[in-house]
T-cell receptor, first 114, second 113 residues
């Protein structure tokens, strides 16, 4: 079945460092890909999505580019801040009858040290 | 804007007990979901509902029942609580259709003693 793999369970960076969180997916065709962010004590929040090869999604300084060739949707940010500390989830949209349902990766906890 | 309210925020139950989690949304969304969140495993879909009185099983439905009696509310019942079910349960909602933004509540943390 469709699935998403996030290789980093935890990433620790200093403020102003460059961030990359890796996301690879397994699915046929062109599923929609998403990033969600979860702050402590909150539910996950939609960050952005992309639906086509080479499409870039972005929000709040974060961005990711849909790459069908490498089946990837890596999250990047040029300069992280302490307020970016959170758990980041990559997700894949289900293309079957279950419209709107998402397949989530295991999540990556980002810790930004001031 | 809208909000998803989950009650209770914390639920402590005994092994073998039947436990009910509640969720209300005021987005007027058609579709609602229950996800289970375990550390290191991401979010896994338990049940979802595309309209009032509709129920669809997700990947993790065994051991759970759900109920969607009104458009705005969606309940989840743990039929017999087990010690390995300590987790956070997240309710969510979205409009009808593929690739829509899904909105989440803050979760109910379940502890089984």
């Amino acid at each position: 079945g469709d699935s998403v793999t996030q290789t980093e369970g935890q990433v620790a960076l200093s403020e102003e460092d460059f961030l990359t969180i890796h996301c690879n997916y397994s699915a046929s065709g062109y599923p929609a890909l998403f990033w969600y962010v979860q702050y402590p004590g909150e539910g996950p929040q939609f960050l952005f999505r992309a639906s086509r090869d080479k499409e870039k999604g972005s929000s709040r300084g974060f961005e990711a580019t849909y790459d069908k060739g490498t089946t990837s949707f890596h999250l990047r940010k040029a300069s992280v801040q302490e307020s970016d500390s959170a758990v980041y989830y990559c997700a894949l949209g289900d293309r079957g009858s279950a419209l709107g349902r998402l397949h989530f990766g295991a999540g990556t906890q980002l810790i930004v040290i001031p | 804007g809208g909000i998803i309210t989950q009650t209770p925020k914390f639920l402590i139950g005994q092994e073998g007990q039947k436990l009910t989690l509640k969720c209300q949304q005021n987005f007027n969304h058609d579709t609602m979901y229950w996800y289970r969140q375990d550390s290191g495993k991401g979010l896994r879909l338990i049940y979802y509902s595309i309209t009032e009185n509709d129920l669809q099983k997700g990947d993790l439905s065994e051991g759970y029942d759900a109920s969607r009696e009104k458009k705005s509310s969606f309940s989840l019942t743990v039929t017999s609580a087990q010690k390995n079910e300590m987790a956070v349960f997240l309710c969510a909602s979205s409009t009808w259709g593929q690739n829509t933004e899904v909105f989440f509540g803050k979760g109910t943390r379940l502890t089984v003693v």
